[in-house]
């Protein structure tokens, strides 16, 4: 092309590559932020999440939303037709007080519903193993089968034997006063148990919002059902039972209501009150744990003898904090080195094949074979060469790099043309592969073994395509 013409060059142009791109594959314009993820969002247990996790619940909530209507309607049907008549009639602290225990009943409802009742986190896989491996150590299973960890520990509190349980779910000893529920799939810290009226466990971070919720709540059904009668009474007086009946239905519908839960509410109020008296829960009361039953030397190890101290501490005492940090942040996993490759790599395996070699014991700690071992007549060792190779089955290459094939099938394997036959090659005539250990009495035995793992489909190819060139010559 004459200079300064016009040509095809003239008219390319160049685009820049961009070498700040972490990745080759990856184009410099679609790079995107991986945006983080919080903790709650791959959390194991059957909970549902709201608000970014600051709101945890059960997943079964129908029975909760029942409650929650049943309070709005029945509080809602007093203030708006009870108390008008009532403030007037008799005092107007009527609707205020009736305002604060239901504001009360809310605030603990929502904060029994909405918490964490003291979910114990699940074991990391590395935890886990470690676990295990103490148990197999405590037990002294040094077998490679496959033995189940012990379900049960035992731990001493206050002179009392208590035992800790394995959850195989969670992989922990659950801590004393533990438990797992089936419903929430979850060990829970001082498990009392899973309320449905709630729509959440209650457990040691929510107990006592629980139990302020049913005594409020008590307090709130007999004040209302208390007050509709005064007022059916008041209005009876004046225009007869039947018309003050009529003239305000919805206080039908309030004293109905509260007459067939007032009972239920109650009961589980007292008996919440003799739980919380004694610092017991109500799992370990049902299964009967500190009955003088079993034996007079059992009684209740985390009780301090006193009903004023136990109650203190059950409603007055620090709350733990939370444990599963639902709303953190999940730490992305740190890039592990690849492990040497020993040679292997060289004759065509992958980096994952290195990568397992290295790591695994087995092809680490290969066993040692003797002389006598490997010259057996009818029991080949691991690894050991066949005493033959014919010329269909792949030959190990040759040490010198800058050969051809073709050269390098003559010097392996050569040809006469008058043997009609066909030549073999023995263990002792075949070369060493480079990277191998020199003076090893096994360098033969291993070439043929990692030749045979690694690289056997190429080295077939290669010779069937030697072979070839060597019979047109």
Request: hydrophobic letters at 35%; one cysteine or more; proline letters at 9%.
């Amino acid at each position: 092309m004459p200079p300064g013409g016009g040509g095809p060059m003239k008219d390319c142009e160049y685009s820049q590559i961009s070498t700040h791109s972490s990745s080759p594959m990856e184009s410099p314009h679609k790079k995107k932020k991986i945006a983080a993820r919080r903790k709650w969002e791959v959390f194991p247990g059957r909970n549902k999440f709201f608000c970014n996790g600051r709101i945890m619940m059960a997943r079964q909530t129908g029975v909760f939303y029942l409650t929650l209507i049943l309070i709005l309607v029945t509080s809602g049907l007093f203030f708006a037709f009870d108390c008008p008549y009532l403030a007037v009639k008799i005092t107007p602290a009527i609707p205020v007080v009736g305002g604060i225990l239901f504001f009360f009943v809310m605030g603990t409802l929502l904060r029994t519903s909405f918490s964490d009742p003291g979910v114990l986190p699940r074991a990391t896989p590395d935890e886990a193993a470690d676990l295990e491996r103490q148990i197999d150590i405590a037990n002294g299973t040094s077998s490679g089968g496959y033995r189940p960890p012990p379900r049960t520990k035992e731990v001493i509190i206050n002179g009392q034997t208590v035992k800790l349980k394995y959850c195989f779910t969670c992989k922990i000893f659950r801590p004393p006063r533990a438990s797992h529920c089936s419903l929430c799939d979850n060990c829970v810290e001082r498990f009392d148990h899973h309320c449905p009226w709630v729509g959440n466990c209650v457990g040691k971070r929510n107990y006592r919002f629980f139990y302020m919720f049913i005594l409020s709540l008590s307090f709130l059904t007999v004040f209302i059902f208390a007050f509709v009668i005064t007022h059916v009474i008041l209005r009876s007086q004046q225009t007869g039972f039947l018309n003050a009946l009529k003239d305000s239905p919805a206080s039908v519908l309030e004293a109905v209501v509260c007459f067939f839960s007032v009972w239920s509410i109650v009961g589980l109020s007292g008996f919440h009150t003799y739980l919380i008296s004694s610092n017991q829960t109500t799992n370990e009361d049902i299964k009967g744990s500190w009955s003088n039953k079993r034996g007079k030397e059992n009684y209740n190890p985390y009780s301090y003898g006193n009903i004023f101290t136990n109650c203190c501490v059950a409603l007055c005492g620090p709350i733990s904090p939370s444990l599963i940090d639902r709303r953190g942040y999940i730490q992305p996993d740190t890039p592990q080195p690849a492990a040497p490759s020993d040679g292997i790599a060289a004759y065509g395996a992958t980096q994952s094949q290195s990568d397992m070699a290295a790591a695994t014991p087995l092809l680490q700690s290969e066993p040692s074979l003797t002389s006598d071992e490997l010259h057996l007549p009818g029991k080949p060792g691991l690894g050991t060469p066949c005493a033959s190779l014919t010329l269909g089955q792949p030959t190990p290459p040759s040490s010198m790099p800058n050969l051809t094939a073709e050269a390098a099938l003559t010097d392996v394997l050569p040809l006469k043309e008058e043997h009609v036959g066909h030549q073999f090659l023995t263990p002792e005539e075949a070369p060493s592969p480079p990277r191998m250990l020199a003076g090893s009495p096994l360098a033969h035995s291993r070439t043929m073994h990692v030749l045979g793992l690694a690289s056997q489909d190429s080295l077939h190819e290669d010779s069937v395509r030697g072979l070839v060139k060597l019979s047109s010559v």
